[in-house]
Nanobody
Framework: QVQLVESGGGLVQPGGSLRLSCAASGSIFNINVMGWYRQAPGKQRELVAH???????NYADSVKGRFTISRDGAQNKAYLQMNSLKPEDTAVYFCNAVIRPVHSGTYYNYWGQGTQVTVSS
């Protein structure tokens, strides 16, 4: 069984910073892409950033220059450093990973349970 667990959300004032963490655990053979998505009330889930196992990154235009995604391949963890936060960044943030489980020849898409980020004064 593969699981993704996020941590690090919370309430922060505009202009502040938060760091989200995602830990993948279980019978993992290989992780391809790890990423962060977010979903605000009444809106569709959207990509925030993702990082490949080769270190290539991609960001939504709305977070470029403010957010940084990183990854610890040895520990199957991903991080999202969020700086200069704005009220419009308020959402539930979900970790996502494309993982090949042990004893499987197929990669599957996994999601964490989500962590709330609220940016408000």
């Amino acid at each position: 069984q593969v699981q993704l667990v996020e941590s690090g959300g919370g309430l922060v004032q505009p202009g502040g910073s938060l760091r989200l963490s995602c830990a993948a655990s279980g019978s993992i053979f290989n992780i391809n892409v790890m990423g962060w998505y977010r979903q605000a009330p009444g809106k569709q889930r959207e990509l925030v950033a993702h990082i490949t196992n080769g270190g290539s990154t991609n960001y939504a235009d709305s977070v470029k220059g403010r957010f940084t995604i990183s990854r610890d391949g040895a520990q199957n963890k991903a991080y999202l450093q969020m700086n200069s936060l704005k009220p419009e960044d308020t959402a539930v943030y979900f970790c996502n990973a494309v993982i090949r489980p042990v004893h499987s020849g197929t990669y599957y898409n996994y999601w964490g349970q989500g962590t709330q980020v609220t940016v408000s004064s």
